[in-house]
Nanobody, 125 residues
């Protein structure tokens, strides 16, 4: 199975953009759908975006629709999340995750079986 490592988090001001990246090990990356989640202390982990193994299908939660774009490069085993117009409420630990349901863009956290270690994003007002 794949192993995932996120990068790109940091402390930014509201209104700017940030690009998170997730690198996957293994030779079967395209057989995994990928998702980006975020979690704040005291709350459940929230799926914000996902992408199918081919990259054709994507999903966005309402809170990031229009502000975020998910993409993947199967040749480089990477998935990225471009986040624009960041808000203080986007502050969270962001995780990438892999799902064996590669044909779609899974929208439930229980459909993901492999997780990265997370990267902190802090948006100041």
């Amino acid at each position: 199975q794949v192993q995932l490592v996120e990068s790109g988090g940091g402390v930014v001001q509201a209104g700017v953009s940030l690009r998170l990246s997730c690198a996957a090990s293994g030779r079967t990356f395209s057989t995994y759908a990928m998702g980006w989640f975020r979690q704040v202390p005291g709350k459940e982990r929230e799926l914000i975006s996902s992408i199918s193994g081919s990259g054709r299908d994507t999903y966005y939660t309402d809170s990031v629709m229009g502000r975020c774009t998910i993409s993947r490069d199967n040749a480089k085993n990477t998935v990225a999340l471009q986040m624009n117009s960041l808000k203080p409420e986007d502050t969270a630990v962001y995780y990438c995750a892999a799902s064996s349901l590669w044909w779609g863009a899974p929208s439930s956290s229980n459909e993901y079986s492999v997780w990265g270690q997370g990267t902190q994003v802090t948006v100041s007002s």
